[in-house]
RNA sequence: GUCGGUGUGUUGGAAUGGUAGACGAGGCGGACUCAAAAUCCGUUGCCGGCGACGGCGUGUGGGUUCGAGUCCCACCACCGGCACCA
């Protein structure tokens, strides 16, 4: 039979739009399980090749758990606020909503063409006013429980382009788009507290079936460390706090630095002699990118603050301080206490501007260059009272002493900074807020979310870096709900981040007008058993969802402290070479070609059989006839079956053996090897005739990778009418372990460990029948010779080893 | 620099410390065909040998073990994240 892909995944994607066997139902007494891929951002380029991986894997384990009789949630929806859309409107002079619709219905098309098992009646759209009023109204009850605030920061600006970018924006210091110059520029922006919650995001980590990589880069981005905050005094009376790690060091410490940004020097202004050096080395950082800086980090620079000394707290000895952008002001206090003994950075700078290196750890040469020791096994000296003992005991003992002298206390710092959460741009959110001269921010009352976007004319930047919102004075125009007196909104937006961080919870309950979840639908639905998504979105969309979900759990409308019981991540697609996917490369490879030439099932195949899912992988347009011979294998089958509906004799060892293979493999996302098993157990088919009964389980087993087939098969073969359900509504089949067991076993057989030759022997066969088994073979014979057998290893039913020694 | 990952035939990739290369792609040989595609059957790690067979093989060098692709140590290469985080 000719395998007619393209009317056969058209015949049955319009039974499944009809019938809508994918619908997961709320209020169900079934156990549930809800599978979630990240949503798409709805592109003008539609589909890439890199979607359908993930998409595909979830797929295949969602529809398998439906055949296990689990209620399965697994929803579809679209990420579609976002800057190329409005680059795109800018351009075109098109509304972003029109863009977004179409290349919505671009996206849905091209998911429907591949048959994915979504529930579209949970569809959502993070741009629909219905969904963003709750993204909205999360953000007011961050703002009424402190945890959203607005502080002036630095952010980068494009020169040319007039705007606000975000990092991501800025390529190796310029901007994306036009190529200049970006420099940091101070604007007030809405902050969210993440490292409020910066603790439970790393303990509760240990609670979740997170693959370990996902854990340790989470963990590595909130960078906890633990030390001290020490109170310098200084020779102007102002004491100077540091932030150490190594306060067992202290003794070392023979100078300070304090960032450009410190307030140190605006309070000291008049005390500091060489204040025109000072004034000219902050003016210069200023200028410098974050990337300069960094890029510069080569040769210290910095100055000393002259006419002000710091005294270290337990030598009293005077000590110089300098200001210097290699200290950041944006972590731990802006200041440290310089050990250049024994750290690369101080001893760099120490060397440079001739301060003092006195060592404190033994073991190096501190003239030569910093010893930086790596285990804490080093032992202390010229360090009074810690003389002798190991960093180890060091570090508390002075922690103890700082903290029954006064100077200072035990400290936890993190890396994570607090989450900039503005844009002065259109296409997304307007931030719920309203400002009055008198009551200062206040927020919409609820009852008036969702504020919709307004028309604007253009929905470029002002050339101040503006949102385009605050052109429209009518909309910014109102009144403060607090008091009543004129007022104006907030015009920045939200960045995309913000639809993300919760859009899991709204496919529980899709349509509510009350509320962003019902309770009953939170309960049975949360948390989500399997998230798949890409090893990107870690540490900004995974750190923050993970986040407000907390924040949500904190106010009572969700019950679990996680989002999310299970994460995985899949491995890239790469172009033919091995090279990333890219249009300048042309290596790019479009679904809707491979589903034309191939069709669907075969993609999806493919996709799932071409590696490990969580490696990079290369495409090969070659590779794809594999999959789809496959598929054309299976059908033909069906042209040569027996009608009894029994197992074959032949067939049945290895039709358990591939039910219990692909069974396991599917919930370990080993597609590929599943795949492969599938292929074996195919080829045996050829081999040995098949029945009806045979075919039913290949059919069924075949049916969560390649869907549409698998029900051609299941109604030409007679089930469907039999049964009355397609495949997919069937239980999934299940093994018989002793049936996976063959009677008799090829076993190895080693002489001193080397590979001699394979015997027969009944399966768990006893070591001595084992050994005389192998003896009696003639290729083993003849390397043993006369030789005396000195021991003998026998694995049971793998291999037996015979170490022998040459009689002398 | 640092954290994480990877390194296996011509190629994509399989292998709970136990017969390395499953399953594909490509190649080669054969069947069918006027022929070609498609399909089916066989074969395919490298070296030596007509052959039986022997030797060598999982980035490099050591180690543990009866036995190492797999575990340990050192190194090299590539990929990804972070990067003056005190």
Not at 8 to 36: H, M, R
Not at 676 to 687: H, I, P, T, W
Request: hydrophobic share 40%.
């Amino acid at each position: 039979m000719k395998y007619d892909f393209a009317a056969i995944e058209k015949k049955w994607q319009k039974v499944w739009d009809e019938k809508k066997p994918y619908a997961a139902v709320n209020g169900s007494d079934k156990p549930k399980c809800y599978g979630l891929i990240e949503f798409p951002y709805p592109s003008g380029q539609g589909l890439h090749v890199g979607h359908p991986r993930p998409f595909t894997a979830i797929d295949i384990v969602s529809r398998k758990k439906r055949m296990d009789g689990y209620n399965v949630l697994f929803p579809i929806g679209f990420d579609a606020f976002g800057l190329p859309t409005e680059n795109y409107a800018i351009k075109n002079h098109i509304h972003p909503a029109i863009v977004t619709k179409k290349n919505i219905e671009n996206f849905t098309s091209q998911l429907k063409m591949l048959g994915y098992g979504f529930d579209w009646d949970r569809c959502i759209d993070t741009t629909d006013p219905k969904y963003y009023k709750w993204t909205q109204w999360i953000f007011l009850q961050l703002f009424k429980k402190g945890l959203a605030y607005k502080t002036t920061m630095p952010v980068n600006w494009c020169t040319s382009c007039k705007c606000v970018l975000a990092n991501e924006e800025v390529v190796n210091g310029v901007c994306e788009r036009c190529g200049s110059e970006v420099v940091r520029k101070e604007k007030s922006q809405w902050m969210l507290a993440i490292t409020k919650y910066a603790q439970r995001l790393i303990d509760d980590l240990d609670s979740l079936d997170y693959i370990e990589r996902v854990k340790i880069q989470q963990k590595n981005w909130i960078g906890r460390s633990t030390g001290a905050e020490l109170n310098f005094d200084t020779t102007v009376g102002k004491k100077l706090t540091v932030f150490t790690t190594r306060p067992d060091t202290l003794y070392g410490a023979t100078y300070m630095v304090i960032a450009p940004e410190h307030a140190f020097v605006k309070e000291n202004r008049e005390k500091i002699t060489n204040i025109e050096a000072v004034d000219a080395y902050i003016a210069e950082a200023a200028k410098k990118s974050d990337f300069e800086r960094s890029e510069l980090a080569k040769e210290k620079t910095g100055v000393q603050l002259e006419g002000i000394k710091a005294i270290n707290p337990i030598t009293k000895k005077e000590i110089p301080i300098f200001i210097s952008d290699y200290v950041l002001v944006t972590y731990g206090t802006g200041a440290i206490m310089a050990v250049p003994a024994h750290d690369d950075r101080d001893w760099e700078f120490a060397k440079k501007f001739g301060c003092e290196i006195v060592e404190v750890v033994a073991g190096g040469d501190v003239q030569k260059e910093a010893f930086t020791v790596k285990d804490d096994s080093g032992i202390m000296v010229n360090s009074g009272f810690l003389n002798g003992m190991t960093v180890k005991e060091a570090i508390p003992a002075m922690i103890k002493w700082v903290c029954e002298n006064g100077i200072g206390e035990e400290k936890v710092n993190y890396k994570l900074r607090d989450w900039v959460f503005s844009r002065q741009r259109y296409w997304g959110e307007p931030i719920p807020l309203v400002y009055c001269e008198k009551c200062g921010w206040v927020p919409v009352p609820e009852s008036e979310l969702p504020i919709v976007l307004p028309q604007v004319d253009s929905y470029e930047p002002t050339d101040d870096g503006e949102s385009p919102l605050s052109k429209m004075t009518d909309w910014v125009n109102t009144t403060c709900p607090h008091c009543g007196a004129p007022a104006k909104r907030e015009t920045d937006t939200m960045p995309q981040w913000a639809g993300s961080s919760w859009y899991f919870l709204r496919y529980m309950d899709p349509n509510n007008d009350e509320c962003l979840v019902s309770p009953e639908a939170e309960q049975y639905w949360g948390p989500v058993d399997w998230y798949n998504g890409g090893m990107e979105h870690t540490t900004l969309h995974l750190l923050y969802s993970r986040f407000w979900h907390k924040f949500l759990y904190d106010i009572g409308v969700v019950h679990t402290p996680e989002p999310y019981a299970k994460r995985t991540s899949h491995g890239m697609i790469l172009g033919e070479g091995g090279e990333k996917m890219s249009k300048s490369r042309g290596n790019v490879v479009n679904p809707n070609d491979i589903v034309d030439q191939y069709g669907a099932d075969t993609m999806r195949l493919h996709i799932m059989f071409i590696g490990d899912f969580e490696k990079a992988v290369s495409w090969s347009n070659e590779a794809v006839k594999g999959s789809k011979r496959f598929l054309d294998r299976c059908l033909n089958l069906v042209d040569n079956v027996s009608d009894s509906l029994e197992i074959s004799p032949k067939n049945e060892s290895i039709i358990h053996k591939t039910v219990k293979k692909v069974s396991e493999d599917i919930e370990d996302l080993k597609m590929n090897t599943a795949i492969a098993a599938l292929m074996a157990m195919v080829n045996e088919f050829y081999a040995n005739g098949v029945t009806k009964g045979d075919l039913k389980y290949l059919v069924l087993l075949l049916s969560p990778f390649a869907p549409h087939l698998a029900e051609e098969m299941w109604e030409l073969l007679g089930f469907a009418a039999s049964s009355g359900k397609m495949a997919m509504q069937m239980s999934w089949p299940t093994y018989d372990e002793a049936k996976t067991i063959d009677a008799s076993k090829e076993i190895a057989v080693q002489v001193n460990g080397k590979l001699r030759g394979t015997v027969i022997i009944p399966l768990d066969a006893e070591n001595d029948e084992v050994v005389k088994i192998a003896l009696a073979n003639e290729k083993v014979s003849k390397f043993i010779g006369d030789a005396d057998i000195v021991k003998t290893i026998v694995v049971k039913n793998k291999l037996v080893n015979l170490i022998i020694k040459p009689k002398a």
